[in-house]
Structure formats: structure tokens, C-alpha cells
């Protein structure tokens, strides 16, 4: 039992819609610039008694209970998020005592778009190591605390909503195949929320300049986007093994429709095979990948047997590309592939 799997996934989506046409009343914007230029249709937003935390809790439960875990059997709880409650205490902490993991250790993970896949790369170590046996990454955001809703190039991009997934000990070839973690502190500014931290601390001056929103370079993170994930994307094939012809599924990071035709075709992977669910959640940054293999299981795209290559790409920079032997996390096959992990020679003890 080398191997690591999702055991359990879990979403949290505000029930808020707000769609282009509202945002065209807002700025000087139209539903055909953000369907064409995006992709997007609409977004979820957190009603305001709502925080990152709330959202993260939701889908824990839901990932729990799908993996059939109680959460006094959580070791580990990492939150991956740029839109924590507070600067500190971490957010996983507010999850952990929310959810009851007493048991669990709990930090904070910053990698902005690419955070659920670092997450998972950093769970995944600890249960190969043998230090701990059960997981929760979670990626969670309510982008549109951070959003300046006067700024039509970035305020028609984000949304709010929540993903987690239960790691578990598998059997070697189910699971986590491969992952491949990258970042160029280079382009830092490209994407920031400039004040609120010890560079540019809170104050009236920051208030009023509203630095405590989003800044970014759209054009430029669009141009850097498309290389870092075609090579993260080929290389974690490679680290594994495979080729593009063996993916069933590319689940990419949800930005830019644009972003993911352009880096699915220079894989060489037809529509058919990329995952598309931007239209309804716009770019929900950390909570992106794993609401999407949600979806995509639900929605019948991803059976238990499948191959799923998913890439991230995010502020920082950042980016992460990780490959998957898919073993079921929704509940749809998630007893046989119970079933079948603990007849397994060598599983752990519970
Ligand atoms: N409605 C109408 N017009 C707009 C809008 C809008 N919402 N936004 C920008 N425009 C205008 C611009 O002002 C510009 O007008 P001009 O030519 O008169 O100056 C024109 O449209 C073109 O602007 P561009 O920025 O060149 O448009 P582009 O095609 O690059 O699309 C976009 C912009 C959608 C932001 C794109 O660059 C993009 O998706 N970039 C990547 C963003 C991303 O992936 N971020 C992920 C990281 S986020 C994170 O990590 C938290």
C-alpha cells in the first residue's frame, strides 16, 4: 500500500448565482465579451454571513461522508486557499474544531489556482511515509470578498466555492500516479492582492487606493499560463510512464476556456477528452480542481479505471500538473473500491 487515492470528494457552492447580465449592469461589460473572451456564464457568490471556512466545512463533511470516514479519523487537515477568514489563525484550524478532526493537525497552504494540487502532493507524502493514514485537502474561496466589482477585467473572472478530498493509502498503480509542483517568484506581480500583509500593512492610505483587491496582468498571465501547464502536464506524464493517448479525462484548472482549448491542444487532447465546467463557477482559484473531478464524476465523465491528468495554474506563480488512476470518490463505486483496497495484502491498520 504505497499508492494514495482520493477516498471521498465533497463540494460547497453558494447558492447565489450571479450571471453576466448582472455584471453588465454593474460595469461597462456584456455577456458576449465574458462568454467569448472566458467562457464564463454565471458565478457563485457568498451571501455576506458566509467566510472561506463555512464553505471548506460544507465540503468536508460531504467528502467525509462520501469516504465513508468519521472525522475523529482525520490525521491531517491542509486548507488550501488565498481567501482565508483571517491572515491568522489558519482557516484549517477553524475547520478542524468546526468539523471536530480532534485528532488532527491542521495548517494553511498559499499557491492561489495551483494550492488543491500542492496540497495534495504535500498529503500525499505524509501518507507515503507511513506518518499519517487519512488526509483532507481542501481548496476553498470566496474570491468575491477580494474582487473590485468596478474593475470589469478581473470582476467578471472570479467566483466563490469550496472542494475537499479525503486522502487515503492505496494499493501501488490506483491513485496518485504522478505529480509535478513548479513556481517563478519572477512574475509575483503579475497577480496579487497587494496590501493587508507586512509590506504594504493595512491602513486608510491602502483602504482608499483599493489595494486590498485583486491586481492583474490578465494578457500576461494568459501567455505564461499556456506553456507552464502543457510542460507541467508532459512531464508528470512522463515522471509516470505515459503518453497523452492514455488520458481519459484532462481536468485542467478552470481560468480561461481560451487557456484550456490552448493548452489541450498542444497536448494533443481533443475536446472530448477536457473537462469544461467554467461556464457555471468562473475561476473558483484552490476549490477549481477538485470541484471539477467532482462534476465530473457525478456527470458520468470519470468512471473508476480511468486515467485523469489535471493541471493548475496560479499567482504566485505557481503551477502543478498531477496524473491519476481514477478509483471512484463520490460514492458511485466508492464501496467496490473499498472493498477492494482493504483486501489488499499489507493494508494498514485502521
Ligand atoms: N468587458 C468588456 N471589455 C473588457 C473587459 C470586460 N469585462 N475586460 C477587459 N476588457 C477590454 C480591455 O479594456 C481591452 O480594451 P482595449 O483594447 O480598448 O484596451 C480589451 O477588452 C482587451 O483586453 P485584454 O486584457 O487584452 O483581453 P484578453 O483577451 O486578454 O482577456 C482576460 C482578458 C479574460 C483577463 C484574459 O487575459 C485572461 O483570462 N487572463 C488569464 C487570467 C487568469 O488565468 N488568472 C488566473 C490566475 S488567478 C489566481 O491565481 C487567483
Redesign the pocket.
Known sequence: MTGVTIRGLGVSLPEEIRTNADLASM????HE??LT??GIVERRIASATVATSDLALGAARQALANAGVEAEEIDLIIVAT?TPDMLFPATGCLVQEALGARRAASFDLEA??SGFLYGVSVGAQFIRTGTYRRVLVIGAETLSRIVDWSD??TC??FGDGAGAAVLEPAPEGEGLLGVVLGADGGHADL?SQPAGGSRRPASLETVLQGEHT?R?N??E??RL?VPAMVRASEQVLAQAGLRVADVDLFVPHQ??AR?IDAVGERLGIERERVFLNIERYG?I?SASIPVSLYDAETGGRLRPGDLVLTAA???GLTWAAAVWRWTGATGQDRALSRVRSLLEPGTWES
Open positions: 460595469v461597462e461589460t456584456s465579451w465574458i473572451r472566458t488565498v492561489a489556482c470589469r477585467s467578471v473572472l497577480i485583486i492583474m490578465g494578457r498571465v494568459f499560463a481560468a480561461n487557456i475561476n482559484s495554474f496560479g499567482a
